[in-house]
């Protein structure tokens, strides 16, 4: 997997307090190709942040000085960053995809696992592959997942605003370019831009462009994705983290689609058709007054709702199937399936990463088998480790304590987990640390009903 073009060469930065590991990565990734960075804290990765361009970030999740989540939040979403860990579990590695991590990497790990992981998310690579047609299954089994499907086909021949929402890793970008597709606009262009990966200061020139001397380094005009989405559609993922002055900008231009550049006086008028996505509740960013609720409604002509992966098991089979075929033959090899046993791990797994992390999951998978099919040991870590934990959670124990006892307990646990999620059965079972399923089954066994969600 060595780079041909030592000249575009992607840097790295690998943050771990052992710093033999550090040195012994690094050595093994410069063999690569790949420009290396280290620090062995926190403190160290912010410094080097601060005078080197980085195009990925590889760190530890427990670190003396900060921890690799906090870091995670306070860097933002701008760099992709792999979470390596020690200590695999369930809710580390909800914590990490909920934090902004793009990959989850348990330790020990083997040095290929690492590359592909490395290969999957660097930013050029994801340009590349955005949303490729071969990639795509948009068939599903589940109900909700039909519905939005079937939403998103009926206003793809409007031009009505569209808003996306749904956890990191759902495909909000598939459904965009789906819509897309759909429409009269389908051959003229797709334009995208994360609104959570540029900065603030270059956001705004970078939606509607500048003229010459409109700021320091401004040597020519330049003009910005609203004019080379003109005709076609534009596409605002994490709109959530737009800057606050900019909205109010933003929200002029959805009312007339015309605007100045930046440094400019001359009116610019595009014909462009705007679909936004967040992963973030907005509703919430409303309250908090950090997001207008005015933007809100001009972006939300209609709302597609994407569930999350763990959310659509009867998917889970179709998925597998379809991508396991995709990198097979993209690395030659001749893998037929899953087992038996790994496909009913893949669909305990809850997916905090969602069909991002499946297709890493499956990707890494197929470069690791030799065998003629998928076992659980090519799974990563927490996906084997995920179901010992469901089953001890299944398996409650308690105390020399009578049968009547018992179930005044296990009442009293799933009310309060039901209590504290307002009725939500998918948070009350992740709150328990079980599957929804065994969720239900325990409700109807100890006659249980919630009428929230």
Request: proline share 4%; with cysteine; charged share 25%.
């Amino acid at each position: 997997m060595a780079l041909k073009t030592p000249r575009q060469a992607p840097h790295l930065l690998l943050i771990d307090d052992e710093k033999e590991m550090c040195l012994s990565l690094k050595q093994l990734l410069s063999d690569q190709g790949f420009i290396v960075s280290t620090a062995n804290s926190a403190k160290q990765g912010f410094n080097v942040l601060q005078r080197t361009k980085i195009d990925l970030i590889v760190c530890d999740i427990v670190m003396p000085d900060m921890s690799g989540l906090l870091f995670l939040s306070k860097i933002g979403s701008t760099i992709p960053v792999i979470m390596m860990t020690a200590y695999a579990s369930i809710e580390t590695s909800r914590k990490a995809f909920k934090s902004g991590a793009c990959d989850y990497l348990v330790k020990p790990f083997d040095f290929d696992e690492l590359l592909v992981m490395i290969e999957q998310n660097l930013p050029a690579r994801k340009m590349r592959i955005a949303s490729p047609k071969g990639l795509r299954l948009l068939s599903s089994n589940n109900e909700r997942y039909q519905r939005m499907l079937k939403l998103a086909e009926q206003f793809s021949v409007t031009d009505m605003p569209v808003l996306i929402t749904g956890e990191s890793g759902v495909g909000k970008e598939v459904i965009a370019k789906y819509i897309y597709e759909k429409s009269h606009r389908s051959d003229r262009p797709f334009v995208s831009i994360n609104c959570a990966a540029i900065p603030d200061t270059l956001l705004e020139s970078e939606l509607f462009g500048y003229e010459k001397g409109a700021f320091t380094g401004a040597q020519a005009p330049k003009s910005g994705k609203f004019d080379e989405a003109n005709g076609g559609t534009l596409f605002l993922d994490e709109i959530g983290d737009m800057p606050f002055p900019l909205q109010a900008k933003m929200l002029r231009v959805l009312q007339d689609f015309a605007f100045y550049r930046l440094g400019g006086q001359k009116t610019i008028r595009v014909d462009t058709r705007i679909i936004a996505a967040s992963n973030q509740n907005l509703h919430s960013l409303i309250a908090q007054a950090t997001f207008r609720e005015d933007l809100y409604h001009r972006l939300n002509g209609v709302h597609l709702k994407i569930p999350a992966l763990c959310e659509r098991p009867e998917d889970i089979g179709d998925l597998v199937r379809h991508f396991l075929a995709h990198y097979a033959g993209k690395y030659h090899k001749s893998i037929s399936g899953v087992s038996e046993e790994t496909l009913q791990l893949l669909v305990r797994y809850r997916w905090p990463g969602n069909i991002r992390e499946l297709m890493n999951c499956l990707e890494r998978a197929t470069v690791i088998c030799e065998e003629p099919r998928i076992l659980p040991e090519h799974l990563p870590d927490q996906i084997r480790t995920a179901r010992e934990s469901a089953l001890t959670a299944s398996k409650i124990t308690f105390p020399q304590q009578t049968l009547d006892h018992k179930t005044a307990y296990l009442r009293k646990i799933i009310l309060e987990a039901l209590s504290k999620t307002q009725g939500n059965r998918s948070e009350a079972a992740k709150l328990l640390n079980i599957s929804r399923k065994t969720l239900y089954n325990r409700m109807k066994d100890l006659q249980i009903s919630y009428d929230f969600k």
